[in-house]
C-alpha cells in the first residue's frame, strides 16, 4: 500500500547504494528512481518534491516534508521505464539503461550527468561496469551489446551475435586480466588537468608494459536462449594510430570539477566506502585511475545533441556500425529453451536463470562437475543440444 502512494508502476530494478547500510535505490517502470533509507518511516499520504536539480533528461527532486519520512528523493530519468541501473566500481558513478535508449552516467554525489549514449535503436534493458570501472556495456532491442568508454566518453565497441533482445550482461572478473600498460600514466593526468579531455591510448611506441596483454571477458544472455562469451582486448582498447586528439573532444567539456571532496548538495549524502561493497569480489586487484573522477560535467555539444534530439545513427551519441570495432563471440551457446533472464559469474561456474523459473550452473573448465548440483532439473532428458559447451571455454556442470 506504501508503495503505491509512492509510484504505482512496475519496480525494474532494486539495490543497496554501496557503502551505506541504511540507503537503497528503487526504479520504476515510471522512468522515477526513489532514494530509501530503511530507518524512516513511510508518510500517511502521497510524497510531496520540491525540485532539487535539473539537466538535460533529467531532474532531482528532495522530500518536501518538513518530518523525517520515505522516500528521502526522487530521480526521474529519460522517457520510460529505467530498466537497470549500476553502480560503478569506486561507488561514485551511476549508470541507467533507459527504455527511450539511452545509456546516462551519473556522478551519484554530485547529482550531475556526466555521459551518454544511445542504443542503435530501441530501448535499452541491462547495464554493467568493468571490474576496473573503465567501461560499461549494455544490451537492448538492437540485440547488440555495446562497450563505452568512461574514460573517452564514446562507444569503442559493439558486439554482433545475438537473434534477439539482450536481457543481460555481466563482465567476469574471475578471467579479466588488466595490465599495468592499461593504467592511465602521469602525461594522461597532465593532460586531463590542462584540457580537461582523457588521453588518446593510442601511444606509437610499444614499452614493456604495453607488451602485457590486456582482456576484459564479458558475457551476455537473451530472448534467443544463448549465452555469449565475449573478449575485449587490446586489439580494440588500443589500436595503434598516432597520439593526438580525437572525436572524444568533441564530447568532453573543456572544464573539469577540482578534486576537492564534495558532498551532495541534497539529502541523499552518504559515506562513500572505496572499497567496492556491495560489488562482486575479483580474485585479482584493478587500480581505478584518479582521472576517472575527474572529468564530471556533459559537454555543450553533447548536451545540445541531447536537447534537440538528434540522437540517430552517424552522431557522436551513435555512431554508425563501420565506425566502431565490431566484436563477435568467443563462444555462443543455446542453453535454455526459453528466455534467459540472469546471469552470474562465480569462481567455479557460471549461474544462469531462465523464463521457465529454473536455475542451471555451468562448471569452469577443470572444476568437478556434478550433474544435478545446484540444478533445479534435471537436464538429462532434454532434446535440445545444451549438454557440452566446447572444452576451450566452459563445460556444462
Not at 614499452?207 to 534467443?224: A, H, L
Request: hydrophobic share 30%.
Amino acid at each position: 500500500l506504501f508503495q503505491r502512494l509512492v509510484d504505482k508502476t512496475k519496480v525494474m530494478c532494486l539495490k543497496w547504494i554501496p557503502g551505506s547500510e541504511n540507503l537503497f535505490l528503487v526504479a520504476h517502470e515510471s522512468g522515477n528512481m526513489f532514494v530509501y533509507n530503511k530507518e524512516h518511516p513511510p508518510g500517511m499520504g502521497p510524497p510531496q518534491y520540491a525540485l532539487m536539480k535539473q539537466g538535460p533528461g533529467y531532474s532531482i527532486h528532495s522530500g518536501k516534508s518538513k518530518t523525517t519520512r520515505n522516500p528521502v528523493c526522487k530521480w526521474t530519468i529519460g522517457e520510460g521505464s529505467i530498466n537497470e541501473f549500476s553502480f560503478s566500481p569506486d561507488c561514485k558513478h551511476i549508470a541507467t539503461a533507459n527504455q527511450d535508449g539511452f545509456l546516462r552516467v551519473f556522478d551519484f554525489d554530485l547529482q550531475t550527468l556526466c555521459g551518454v549514449m544511445k542504443s542503435y535503436f530501441g530501448g535499452l534493458t541491462c547495464v554493467c561496469w568493468s571490474p576496473d570501472g573503465k567501461y560499461i556495456v549494455t544490451g537492448g532491442e538492437d540485440d547488440l551489446v555495446t562497450v563505452w568508454s568512461f574514460l573517452e566518453r564514446r562507444v569503442i565497441a559493439r558486439g554482433v551475435g545475438h537473434q534477439s533482445w539482450v536481457q543481460v550482461v555481466a563482465f567476469d572478473p574471475y578471467t579479466t586480466s588488466v595490465s599495468a600498460g592499461g593504467r592511465v600514466d602521469d602525461s594522461d593526468e597532465d593532460e586531463i588537468e590542462q584540457n580537461g579531455v582523457a588521453p588518446s591510448h593510442g601511444n606509437t611506441s610499444v614499452t614493456q608494459d604495453d607488451k602485457n596483454m590486456t582482456c576484459y571477458r564479458f558475457g551476455s544472455v537473451g530472448q534467443d536462449t544463448n549465452l555469449m562469451l565475449w573478449d575485449l582486448g587490446d586489439d580494440v582498447l588500443k589500436p595503434q594510430r598516432p597520439r593526438g586528439r580525437s572525436m572524444r573532444t568533441a564530447t568532453l567539456s573543456n572544464s573539469h570539477v577540482p578534486t576537492t571532496n564534495f558532498l551532495s548538495n541534497g539529502p541523499v549524502s552518504h559515506e562513500v566506502n572505496h572499497s567496492g561493497s556491495g560489488n562482486a569480489v575479483a580474485p585479482m586487484s584493478f587500480d581505478t585511475p584518479k582521472s576517472l573522477t575527474q572529468v564530471h560535467s556533459l559537454s555543450k555539444s553533447v548536451e545540445h545533441l541531447v536537447n534537440i534530439g538528434n540522437v540517430t545513427p552517424g552522431t557522436v551519441l551513435c555512431p554508425r556500425m563501420d565506425e566502431v570495432s565490431i566484436l563477435e563471440p568467443l563462444v555462443a551457446k543455446k542453453v535454455a529453451n526459453e528466455r534467459l533472464t540472469a546471469l552470474s559469474f562465480r569462481e567455479d561456474c557460471i549461474v544462469m536463470a531462465c523464463h521457465e523459473g529454473f536455475i542451471r550452473t555451468w562448471a569452469r573448465p577443470g572444476c568437478a562437475t556434478n550433474r544435478d548440483c545446484g540444478l533445479s532439473k534435471d537436464d538429462s532428458d532434454d532434446d535440445d543440444d545444451t549438454d557440452n559447451l566446447p572444452n576451450s571455454s566452459y563445460s556444462l556442470a
